[in-house]
Nanobody, 124 residues
């Protein structure tokens, strides 16, 4: 059974940093395709960063340079670091996983398994 478990997030001040963690299990010995999605209040859930099975990373244009996606030492563990936090980063963040990146790594349709979501709130 595949499980995707998230941790991290919470409240932070503008200009600070946060790290979100995601651990996907149930993929056997293989590397999963994994990504992070952002859902701002009243908005669609959108892909912001994704990593394919080979470890190649793609970012949505407007987060590039402030968001950093990295792999953990444990297989299928993914971290999303958000630097220089802005109020517009306030959102629910979801981690997603798939056996392989069948489609665009930032597309919801690529992923079959989803984490529970974690809230990030940026305010002074």
């Amino acid at each position: 059974e595949v499980q995707v478990v998230q941790s991290g997030g919470g409240a932070a001040q503008p200009g600070g940093s946060l790290t979100l963690s995601c651990a996907a299990s149930g993929f056997g010995d293989g590397s999963a395709c994994m990504g992070w999605f952002q859902q701002r209040p009243g908005k669609w859930r959108r892909g912001i960063a994704g990593m394919n099975n080979e470890g190649d990373v793609v970012y949505e244009d407007d987060v590039m340079g402030r968001f950093t996606l990295s792999k953990g030492d444990v297989p299928n563990t993914l971290y999303l670091q958000i630097h220089n936090l802005r109020p517009e980063d306030t959102a629910m963040y979801y981690c997603a996983a798939a056996d392989w990146c069948r489609y665009n790594r930032l597309a919801r349709s690529t992923y079959q398994y989803w984490g529970q979501g974690t809230q990030v709130t940026v305010s002074s």
